[in-house]
């Protein structure tokens, strides 16, 4: 009977744990905006338990624009990052001056966010080598993706241990619960230091139920032995054999009361019944996850399709801006082709006027084939042959001037792309330009707040001398007129000074006395008197 009743609580606890680990990772698969539902049908049953989950592209996308949006990532100090080993490695070979390319192509795509940041806090805030640092360190993609794995790995991890430790805590809570019924624990235990199902009151069976399923053959045999012990027996041996006084062995066969069977199967019900409640609420939670799933591919799905459209009107926009960059071009090569043509023609009408009218008739029937005049004179073929040599070097001319406008209409995509990269450059000096302005403008006016204050103090100190020359003034008189006073008037000192009479009868002196004890203590002694 143990035997089966072990068999079915080890069967519902395998049921429970893998529905528990299939639904996980359903979760995980489905946070994946890459993987397809055939791809989340195969991770039910292939992915095992310590695989890493796929990362989560929309909480990844969630925490970049956090980051990237919060005046934080700019100003806090990188000293107080956790992983120090990864940051040395970054600052180890970091130069803005290599990145400037890629700060431009920043900027850009993140107007709301880093380029907001960016004219907010630099220079005035964070220097633009330090902006550009922590900005670099703190929103590495890839850095952020692999935190993310390793998070929801664990948070992974956690759930599947909490469901299979609760699981496990049920079961064994109910098989406590029917073992309590079936046999209760006993209350004198000090004979042999147990109760009747071995220590801690369980079926031996119950301790490894969440742990090995198939158990091995020496558990199985010890508990039969105990069953034996108890009474128990397997449940094909119902019959016990007995010996009588004579030795006679009969068989008898133990029954349980009626009450202790419809107990247990009361009991045994009871746990069906929660196992197929617990069956239900899994089944329940699966098909809502199921239906969050549908409901974020859905959301993936829109945003997909927004981004797709984005991506083709970006496209669109740039072969407009190349068909732009285009005619800018062959207008200009038109302009310089027209240009150079319209001297060829200058040059060669001016020579053709500096011909005499022989040279010019001659060349017209050269050229044209006007008529059956043949050149007359000792000099018409060397005049023919320098007209032609002529035309000759004008045609060499033109083209040389044409293959000069290819070359430079070559050059024109890699010198617009320089320019735009010296805009940028421009842009960033710019913006430095106008925070110098700026703490210039402070230091200014913090200067100036010092000068006025110097002088006002300059000014206190002239007026704080000129007294004191007064006062010195006025004392060298008072003194002067003193020292004349002694000279003219013969009376007592005391009574110049004072303007006081001065009594002749001095007072007595008197004695001072000195206490012995205190002339003792500071040495003095006899030498007082």
């Excluded at 496990?168 to 235990?189: E, R």
């Excluded at 301790?207 to 045999?221: H, I, K, R």
């Excluded at 005391?494 to 009479?501: E, L, P, Y």
């Amino acid at each position: 009977m143990w035997n089966a009743l072990r068999s079915d609580f080890q069967e519902f606890m395998t049921t429970v744990t893998e529905d528990t680990s299939n639904v996980l990772t359903k979760l995980d698969a489905g946070m994946d905006d890459d993987e397809t539902p055939e791809e989340e049908q195969d991770n039910t049953t292939t992915t095992p338990k310590d695989a890493t989950p796929p990362t989560n592209h929309r909480e990844l996308r969630e925490i970049m624009t956090l980051l990237r949006s919060h005046p934080g990532t700019y100003t806090e100090d990188l000293a107080e990052e956790d992983d120090q080993t990864a940051l040395q490695e970054f600052l180890k070979d970091f130069d803005v001056n290599n990145h400037t390319t890629e700060i431009a192509q920043i900027l850009e795509a993140h107007p709301d966010t880093v380029q907001t940041q960016f004219e907010t806090l630099c220079p005035t805030q964070v220097s633009y080598e330090e902006f550009w640092k922590r900005y670099l360190y703190r929103c590495n993609e890839d850095r952020m993706a692999r935190q993310l794995q390793e998070e929801t790995a664990r948070e992974r991890e956690a759930a599947i241990e909490a469901g299979v430790t609760s699981v496990a805590n049920f079961v064994g809570g109910a098989v406590a619960a029917v073992t309590n019924t079936i046999a209760p624990p006993s209350t004198n235990n000090e004979d042999d230091g147990i109760n009747f199902f071995g220590a801690k009151g369980r079926p031996p069976f119950v301790m490894n139920t969440a742990v090995d399923e198939s158990g091995d053959d020496t558990d199985l045999q010890k508990d039969e032995d105990e069953e034996e012990e108890l009474g128990w027996d397997d449940d094909d041996d119902d019959d016990d054999d007995f010996q009588d006084e004579d030795g006679v062995v009969t068989t008898g066969q133990i029954e349980f009361t009626d009450k202790v069977a419809e107990d247990l199967k009361e009991q045994l019900k009871q746990a069906i019944e929660e196992r197929d409640q617990i069956q239900q609420t899994v089944h329940m939670q699966a098909e809502e996850i199921k239906s969050l799933q549908l409901k974020l591919q859905g959301g993936d799905a829109a945003d997909a399709h927004n981004s797709s459209e984005v991506e083709k009107l970006k496209l669109e926009l740039f072969e407009k801006d190349a068909e732009l960059a285009a005619l800018k071009a062959s207008v200009n090569d038109e302009s310089v082709e027209r240009g150079t043509n319209d001297n060829l023609m200058a040059s060669l009408e001016k020579k053709l006027r500096a011909l005499a009218p022989e040279q010019l008739a001659k060349l017209q029937v050269t050229v044209f084939g006007g008529g059956q005049q043949q050149p007359t004179g000792n000099n018409s073929p060397e005049e023919m042959a320098k007209m032609e040599q002529q035309i000759q070097e004008l045609t060499a001319t033109l083209e040389s001037s044409n293959a000069k406008v290819k070359e430079h209409g070559d050059k024109i995509p890699q010198l617009a792309e320089q320019m735009t990269m010296l805009e940028g450059e421009l842009t960033v000096a710019r913006n430095n330009n106008k925070a110098m302005e700026a703490q210039l403008a402070t230091v200014t006016q913090e200067l100036v707040t010092a000068q006025q204050k110097e002088i006002s103090l300059e000014a206190k100190f002239e007026a704080t001398t000129a007294a004191l020359a007064q006062a010195e003034q006025a004392l060298q008189q008072k003194e002067a007129e003193l020292l004349a006073t002694k000279q003219t008037d013969p009376s007592t000192p005391d009574s110049i000074s004072t303007g006081v009479k001065v009594d002749d009868a001095a007072p007595p002196a008197t004695k001072l006395e000195l206490d012995e004890d205190i002339a003792v203590d500071e040495g003095w002694g006899d030498d007082w008197d």
